[in-house]
């Protein structure tokens, strides 16, 4: 299967974008694991596919495939990046879309100066709805891992997050402590593990082992569920500023019911064909 794409990227955070309405796709999980190689295939950390609406109220429907080939609920940065794709491409005129994902509407937005602004929608925090295995809603929760216990707050941003405040981000247990937190098993659909360190009460470092993918550069829900995680806990004041490895997100949110809004960079790398057997 010979197959056209665009390499892109959000704040480091890289993906594959396929256009599912002009070409035929066929991808399995490991089609999608040869594609996302950076030895075998292109490269990235997700496979984004754009296809056409299967809803009245939706311009575009969004895919996302993580590294591992398993096809998950949401994608910040990827979003970014989607919504330039497709008008860098003349699939919309429009400069504000609302694209239809396994977590639901998202509307993003490309700004003026070049910038993406992201309706994320709103943050979920009820255990049922994240999943996360409690009797009961709580600001944090302790998890047992590795012999220890860590504090982490549970947010859904269309995918489930524990995100955990550490002093230096730098030295936080990223590589060694993130998978066991992706699988734990209070995580019934596993998440992604994010640490959080904060400057002040406007800015944070964020590292996050993504689920299905390892640590990347930039998590775009990642960094909205921090920054909720952060002013529901009285430690931060929107917007917050979030330092990633691969570039600051911007993310303002009002309280909860309310959407979180996230504005950040998507860039084109380049463009190619791929042969797949």
């Known amino acids: 299967m010979r197959m056209k794409f665009t390499k892109m990227h959000g704040a480091g955070n890289d993906f594959v974008v396929l256009d599912g309405i002009r070409q035929a796709l066929s991808l399995t999980p490991e089609r999608v694991r040869r594609i996302a190689d950076r ?25 996302i495939f993580n590294a591992d080939g398993g096809e998950v ?21 429009k400069t504000e879309i609302r694209v239809e994902t396994r977590g639901g509407i998202i509307v993003p ?12 929608g709103a943050p ?63 995580f019934p659909q596993r998440a992604n593990a994010g640490y959080m360190q904060i400057v002040d009460r406007g800015s944070v470092r964020l590292r ?19 920054a909720v995680a952060g002013i529901t806990r009285g430690l931060l004041d929107s917007p917050v500023r979030v330092a990633t490895r691969g570039g600051e997100l911007t993310i303002a949110w009002e309280g909860e019911g309310r ?19």
């Not at 292109?42 to 109220?57: H, P, S, Y």
């Open 109 to 120: 937005r490309l700004e003026p100066d070049g910038q993406v602004m992201v309706n994320m």
């Open 208 to 226: 996050v082992y993504e689920r299905g993918a390892g640590e990347t550069l930039a998590c775009g829900t990642g960094a909205c569920a921090a």
């Open 39 to 63: 030895h075998f295939g292109v490269g990235c950390d997700q496979v984004l596919v754009v296809e056409k609406a299967t809803r009245a109220d939706a311009d575009f429907r969004y895919r």
């Open 259 to 277: 959407p979180v809004w996230m504005t950040g960079p998507a860039v084109t790398v380049f463009e190619g064909e791929l042969e797949l057997e």
């Open 73 to 93: 609920e949401q994608c910040g940065n990827g979003a970014r990046c989607f919504v330039r794709y497709v008008h860098d491409r003349g699939l919309t005129a």
């Open 124 to 186: 979920r925090f009820e255990p049922a709805q994240i999943p996360f295995n409690a009797e009961k809603r709580a600001l944090t929760y302790f998890l047992e891992v590795d012999g220890g216990r860590v504090e982490v707050s549970a947010v859904s941003m269309g995918n489930p997050h524990a995100v955990q405040v550490v002093e230096d981000v730098d030295r936080a247990p990223v590589a060694a402590q993130g998978p066991l937190i992706e699988r734990h098993p209070r």
